[in-house]
T-cell receptor
Framework: GAVVSQHPSRVICKSGTSVKIECRSL??????MFWYRQFPKQSLMLMAT?????????EQGVEKDKFLINHASLTLSTLTVTSAHPEDSSFYIC????????????FGPGTRLTVL | KQEVTQIPAALSVPEGENLVLNCSFT??????LQWFRQDPGKGLTSLLL?????REQTSGRLNASLDKSSGRSTLYIAASQPGDSATYLC??????????FGSGTRLLVRP
C-alpha cells in the first residue's frame, strides 16, 4: 500500500513551453502533497506544500507564478512549470502524506525535466 | 533554521563489511527522522522512520538510532551487499511539519 505515482517520468521540451507533471496517490487519500526539486548530486529541496482544496504554500525563493500547483482532489496534485527555461531542468519529486497530521510521507518515482 | 548534515558524502567498501552512515541536525525540535534510499534517477524509498520518542528502529540488516538531544542519527548496515549501493538520505520532520533533507551519502559496495 501507500503508492505514489508521477507522470510523466521523463519529459523534454523547448524553452518557453509549459509542462504539467501529475502526482497521484494510488491507494490512499492525501490531504497534503509536497513538491520537491533535486539538482544532480544534491539533496531534495522543498518547493511547495499542496493542500487539497486550497492554495499551495510556497517556500521562500520559489516563484508561484512560474510553478503552478493545483490539488483538485484527495488523490491528485499537479505541478505546471510555465514558460520553462533551461535552468528549470531538474528532477521533480512529489510526496503524499497520509491523513493524520504527522503521517509518513510516501514519495513518487520522480520526473526528469529537460528544457532545451 | 533546521539544517541536516550527512557524513561521509561518499563511501566505498568491500562486500560483507558492516558500515555506519551519520546524520546530524541543528534543531532538536523534530517530530521524527527518516532514512531513505535513492537509486540513480529514481525516487525515494523509505527505509526506517524513528519517532522523536524512540531511540532506534530495525529492519533486516538495517538499524537506525536517534539521539534527539545531541542532534544525531546513525544508520548501521550489516553485512553489506553490492545491491546496497545507492544514495542514502536522512530527513527530519521539523517543527513546521516539513521534511528537511541532508545532502546524502553515496554508497558503493564493491563485489
Amino acid at each position: 500500500g501507500a503508492v505514489v505515482s508521477q507522470h510523466p517520468s521523463r519529459v523534454i521540451c523547448k524553452s518557453g513551453t509549459s509542462v504539467k507533471i501529475e502526482c497521484r496517490s494510488l491507494d490512499f487519500q492525501a490531504t497534503t502533497m509536497f513538491w520537491y526539486r533535486q539538482f544532480p548530486k544534491q539533496s531534495l529541496m522543498l518547493m511547495a506544500t499542496s493542500n487539497e482544496g486550497s492554495k499551495a504554500t510556497y517556500e521562500q525563493g520559489v516563484e508561484k507564478d512560474k510553478f503552478l500547483i493545483n490539488h483538485a482532489s484527495l488523490t491528485l496534485s499537479t505541478l505546471t512549470v510555465t514558460s520553462a527555461h533551461p535552468e528549470d531542468s531538474s528532477f521533480y519529486i512529489c510526496s503524499a502524506r497520509l491523513a493524520g497530521g504527522l503521517g509518513e510521507q510516501f514519495f513518487g518515482p520522480g520526473t526528469r525535466l529537460t528544457v532545451l | 533554521k533546521q539544517e541536516v548534515t550527512q557524513i561521509p558524502a561518499a563511501l566505498s567498501v568491500p562486500e560483507g563489511e558492516n558500515l555506519v552512515l551519520n546524520c546530524s541536525f541543528t534543531d532538536s525540535a523534530i517530530y521524527n527522522l527518516q532514512w531513505f534510499r535513492q537509486d540513480p534517477g529514481k525516487g525515494l524509498t523509505s527505509l526506517l522512520l524513528i519517532q522523536s520518542s524512540q531511540r532506534e528502529q530495525t529492519s533486516g540488516r538495517l538499524n537506525a538510532s536517534l539521539d534527539k538531544s545531541s542532534g544525531r542519527s546513525t544508520l548501521y548496515i550489516a553485512a553489506s551487499q553490492p545491491g546496497d549501493s545507492a544514495t542514502y538520505l536522512c530527513a527530519v520532520l521539523d517543527s513546521s511539519y516539513k521534511l528537511i533533507f541532508g545532502s546524502g551519502t553515496r554508497l558503493l559496495v564493491r563485489p
